[in-house]
């Protein structure tokens, strides 16, 4: 099965962007479905984004849209979120995660492999 570990978290101002990473290890990337999620402090895990396994088909948390972009490179066994106009909302652990399923969902519950997260702090 696939191993995943995040990476490009920071502390960036509101309004700055960040670019996090997943690299897959271990499997085939295309046999998956791949989310982002992230966590705050004292909160559940929340989806974030999920891009399909062909690449072809994005979903976002409506908080997030038109501001985050999914994108995956299963040639490169690679997952990306561009985060632009970050908000101090945004601040959390975000974590990649795998789905092998035929299913193409969003729920935590629908993904079965998880990376260890990488930290995004948005400073007013």
Request: one cysteine or more; proline letters at 2%.
């Amino acid at each position: 099965q696939v191993q995943l570990v995040e990476s490009g978290g920071g502390l960036v101002q509101a309004g700055g962007s960040l670019r996090l990473s997943c690299a897959a290890s271990g499997d085939t990337l295309s046999r998956y479905h791949m989310g982002w999620f992230h966590q705050a402090p004292g909160k559940e895990r929340e989806f974030v984004a999920a891009v399909n396994k062909n690449g072809g088909v994005t979903k976002y948390a409506d908080s997030v849209k038109g501001r985050f972009t999914i994108s995956r490179d299963n040639a490169k066994n690679m997952v990306y979120l561009q985060m632009n106009s970050l908000k101090p909302e945004d601040t959390a652990v975000y974590h990649c995660a795998a789905d092998r399923s035929w299913l193409f969902g969003i729920t935590v519950q629908e993904y079965d492999l998880w990376g260890q997260g990488t930290r995004v702090t948005v400073l007013s």
